[in-house]
């Protein structure tokens, strides 16, 4: 297994590869800047993390992509992970031990991570096994509602003391605190998000109900980037025990989040079947259910190093043994 190079993209032809291609094709052209600019300041990442699996040069097997969460880089993501029509002459053993084996190899290569996100189907038993083997484990289950909003939308009105903000660098704390607040604590724990990664996995328009009176972010739609279905997608947050939201106030946070899309996703917590019903009330269709896998890095320390701390704490605690000599000490005048 080896990182992708430039003289790799002419031989990644099989049509499982073909949607992407622009992406691999960015991934080597920014590998440069992304190296150079890691080692001077920590950053969004500019570009995803390729690794090829082949038999021979001639004949790619497999490849995974991975990308950094965070600005630290404590958090990674699996985006893809693909196998070649040449994996499958090996059976399905082999082609499970292909994508193990490039699993493994970019859970090793990231030296500074401390967790690891992917995003599966539901109903892909054969990922969520591999993933299971990896040591991922499910924290979360995310319904994937299809939007068509209505135009025109009418003004509605919203509840005193509540204010629709947009989500910009002014704003950005109440947002990251509404959703520590909304997020399970392993989660939360394992994403390590900062205000500015959450900027930085943002698109505009993202908006936010803010309570004036307590100052704080009550619910919150943020715009990410379009997903593999190709379609603008909406993380949909509310604020434990503001379930009475549910309703006109989080009717025009949705709208208003939509912008000029035609078509969106919703994503929303499967456990909220409350939420699920209302989405459900406003015209949108289930897509599909979406499982979020989790895993912690654990790194030893290299022996050398634990060799050199024992021989100091020999050295200290030797001097405390019975039977030794005392360290002889200065008399005072």
Do not use: K
């Not at 190093?305 to 030797?318: S, Y």
């Amino acid at each position: 297994m080896v990182p992708l190079r430039g003289w790799h993209l002419p031989l990644l032809q099989d049509p499982c590869f073909a949607d992407l291609l622009p992406l691999l094709q960015r991934a080597v052209l920014l590998q440069g800047p992304e190296w150079l600019l890691n080692s001077i300041t920590a950053r969004p990442a500019l570009a995803p993390d390729v690794l090829l699996a082949y038999r021979d040069p001639q004949q790619p097997l497999g490849l995974v992509i991975s990308q950094r969460l965070n600005r630290s880089g404590s958090c990674w993501q699996l985006q893809e992970l693909r196998s070649a029509e040449a994996s499958l002459a090996a059976g399905e053993a082999g082609r499970m031990a292909i994508e193990s084996a490039l699993v493994r190899e970019a859970i090793q290569r990231s030296r500074g991570a401390a967790s690891w996100i992917a995003t599966t189907a539901s109903t892909d038993n054969d990922r969520l096994a591999l993933l299971r083997q990896q040591g991922f484990q499910p924290l979360r289950r995310e319904t994937l509602w299809r939007w068509e909003p209505l135009r025109p939308t009418p003004q509605r009105p919203l509840p005193r003391d509540l204010q629709l903000r947009p989500l910009n660098r002014r704003t950005a704390a109440a947002m990251w605190q509404l959703e520590q607040a909304a997020l399970p604590a392993q989660l939360r724990q394992l994403l390590d998000r900062r205000i500015d990664d959450l900027l930085d996995q943002s698109e505009q328009p993202s908006l936010m109900l803010f309570d004036s009176n307590r100052q704080q972010a009550v619910a919150g739609a943020r715009r990410l980037r379009p997903g593999s279905r190709g379609l603008p997608e909406l993380e949909l947050s509310l604020h434990p025990g503001w379930q009475h939201l549910l309703g006109e106030p989080l009717q025009l946070l949705l709208e208003r989040s939509a912008g000029d899309a035609d078509e969106l996703l919703v994503r929303s917590d499967v456990l909220d079947g409350e939420r699920s019903r209302w989405l459900q009330s406003l015209g949108m269709a289930p897509e599909g259910e979406e499982v979020v896998m989790a895993r912690s890095v654990w790194r030893r320390h290299s022996p050398q190093q634990n060799q050199q701390v024992a021989r100091r704490l020999e050295a200290v605690l030797g001097r405390l043994q019975p039977g030794q000599r005392p360290i002889p000490t200065p008399l005072g005048r």
